[in-house]
């Protein structure tokens, strides 16, 4: 089991940026797969953006591809999000959330993907 630990949200105002980042500890965070997920207030969480155990392969949700990016670092064990031209339908908490399979040859975007957890950040972006 590996241990995540997000670190970044705020309230920031539309326009603007922020950076999360994840933690992670427990296993080898460099063979698997990491993701991020956001759940508004009333609404079923959500995929943002994911990004394979090698690095070299990344895949966004529609909603904010060419705002976000993701990266990992996994000297370091731990991912980021960076997000630009946030909008009022950015305000969630956003969770960092691992693989269930190490090596995986695709980019996980499905729940059920995931088999770790973060504890969740919230993002505030006013209008």
């Known amino acids: 089991q590996v241990q995540l630990v997000e670190s970044g949200g705020g309230l920031v105002q539309a326009g603007g940026s922020l950076r999360l980042s994840c933690a992670a500890s427990?296993?080898?965070?460099?063979?698997?797969?990491m993701g991020w997920f956001r759940q508004a207030p009333g609404k079923e969480r959500e995929f943002v953006a994911a990004?394979?155990?090698?690095?070299?392969?990344?895949y966004y949700a529609t909603s904010v591809k060419g705002r976000f990016t993701i990266s990992r670092d996994n000297a370091k064990n731990t991912v980021s999000l960076q997000m630009n031209s946030l909008k009022p339908e950015d305000t969630a908490v956003y969770y960092c959330?691992?693989?269930?399979?190490?090596?995986?040859?695709?980019?996980?975007?499905?729940?059920?993907?995931?088999?770790?957890w973060g504890q969740g950040t919230q993002v505030t972006v006013s209008s």
């Open positions: 959330a691992a693989d269930r399979s190490q090596y995986r040859l695709t980019v996980p975007w499905q729940i059920p993907d995931f088999g770790s």
């Open positions: 427990g296993r080898t965070f460099s063979s698997y797969a």
């Open positions: 990004i394979k155990w090698s690095g070299d392969n990344t």
